[in-house]
Structure formats: structure tokens, C-alpha cells
T-cell receptor, first 113, second 112 residues
Framework: DTGVSQDPRHKITKRGQNVTFRCDPISEHNRLYWYRQTLGQGPEFLTYFQNEAQLEKSRLLSDRFSAERPKGSFSTLEIQRTEQGDSAMYLC???????????FGQGTRLTVV | TQLLEQSPQFLSIQEGENLTVYCNSSSVFSSLQWYRQEPGEGPVLLVTVVTGGEVKKLKRLTFQFGDARKDSSLHITAAQPGDTGLYLCAGPLMGATNKLIFGTGTLLAVQP
């Protein structure tokens, strides 16, 4: 399967714990995006990378959130000191270039209890 | 305030009925995409419309991009239970093509 893959698919964590999600984009895609989606709503942009450079971060991405793409391939999204409001689906997408079709992964469903 | 507003938010119809979903904005988009998302999965691209006034057909689905590139519609003819899902419009703002802005979503349920 050469699509975008995300790991884990589901994560349940206690409030205050740190969590890290991983995204493996399609191999030749240099753009990688993170979105957050709550139930029945459209995805909200969090951040994106071109190769290893993080070029834009949304105001939604508080200081507790950090994303990396160290070698321009896979990316990680870490949430520190999780809060119940962080419960959502975290989606990763990749594309070949600006304006090109974005392919989405299946997402990581985070539940903070 | 959402840049892309979709209506209706929810729609429950019987198999065989027709429906239209609207995607509206006060901003101009360089293109608009429509996605369908099933529970527990990521959005899957259905179509991209690029030119103002453009109409694209995909089997029973007809997509239209407004002349001013601020709105779009999705019309489904003779809906089937397999059409059930969350429909999302999305696009890059004109002059800011680095990311997709998503609409608020329309949850469609087609009853057999």
C-alpha cells in the first residue's frame, strides 16, 4: 500500500499525558499537512511542511503542540499535557506540489479521558 | 467564522431522491475540491473544479463552480445508500495556495 499511513489509528490517554502520532506520506510527496477534525465537522488546518521545513502553523497549534519532519519524509505530531479539548481525529495529508491533489491518511482518533 | 459554509449541515433522505449540497464563501478560491469521508476514514477526493462556471459530472454527481469562484454546489441524482457519508468542500484561497481550507461539512444519510 503506497498511500498515506498514520499510526496509531486510535489512542486513549489520560489528561495530562503526552502523546505522539506518526505520519508516513506518499514517498515522492514533498508537502505534508496536519489537520484536526471533530465529529461531523470539516478538518481544521494545523500546520504544513515542505520537505523538512515547517512553513506555516495555525493559531490552533498552541505551545503544547509540536510537529516535526526531520528528514523530509515521515512526520510526528506531539501533544504535551493533553486536555479533554484535544480529543479529535488528527489527519495527515501529503501532496506532490503546491496546488496538487492532497491524499489523506485514515487519521488518528485521540480520546483524552 | 468559517471561510467556507456548507448547507445543509445534515440531510436524511430516501433512496432514489435527489439532493443538492451548497458550499459558500465571501472569499475567492483558486479552485474548489469536493471530498467524501466515511466514519473512521480520511477524506477521499471526488472532483476538483478550477474555472469559474465550470460544471463536472461524475456518474450521478454533478459539481458546479460559481462564476465568481466563491461558491460551489454538489447535486446527487437518485441517491443510493452507498452515497451516505460526510461531504466536504475545500479549496486554496486565491493567492494563498499553500493549504486547503475545508468547509463545515454536510452529513448525508440515504435510507434504503
Amino acid at each position: 500500500d503506497t498511500g498515506v499511513s498514520q499510526d496509531p489509528r486510535h489512542k486513549i490517554t489520560k489528561r495530562g499525558q503526552n502523546v505522539t502520532f506518526r505520519c508516513d506520506p506518499i514517498s515522492e510527496h514533498n508537502r505534508l499537512y496536519w489537520y484536526r477534525q471533530t465529529l461531523g465537522q470539516g478538518p481544521e488546518f494545523l500546520t504544513y511542511f515542505q520537505n523538512e521545513a515547517q512553513l506555516e502553523k495555525s493559531r490552533l497549534l498552541s505551545d503544547r503542540f509540536s510537529a516535526e519532519r526531520p528528514k523530509g519524509s515521515f512526520s510526528t505530531l506531539e501533544i504535551q499535557r493533553t486536555e479533554q479539548g484535544d480529543s479529535a481525529m488528527y489527519l495527515c495529508a501529503s501532496s506532490l506540489a503546491v496546488g496538487a491533489r492532497a491524499f489523506f491518511g485514515q487519521g488518528t482518533r485521540l480520546t483524552v479521558v | 467564522t468559517q471561510l467556507l459554509e456548507q448547507s445543509p449541515q445534515f440531510l436524511s433522505i430516501q433512496e432514489g431522491e435527489n439532493l443538492t449540497v451548497y458550499c459558500n464563501s465571501s472569499s475567492v478560491f483558486s479552485s474548489l475540491q469536493w471530498y467524501r469521508q466515511e466514519p473512521g476514514e480520511g477524506p477521499v477526493l471526488l472532483v476538483t473544479v478550477v474555472t469559474g462556471g465550470e460544471v463536472k459530472k461524475l456518474k450521478r454527481l454533478t459539481f458546479q463552480f460559481g462564476d465568481a469562484r466563491k461558491d460551489s454546489s454538489l447535486h446527487i441524482t437518485a441517491a443510493q445508500p452507498g452515497d451516505t457519508g460526510l461531504y466536504l468542500c475545500a479549496g486554496p484561497l486565491m493567492g494563498a495556495t499553500n493549504k486547503l481550507i475545508f468547509g463545515t461539512g454536510t452529513l448525508l444519510a440515504v435510507q434504503p
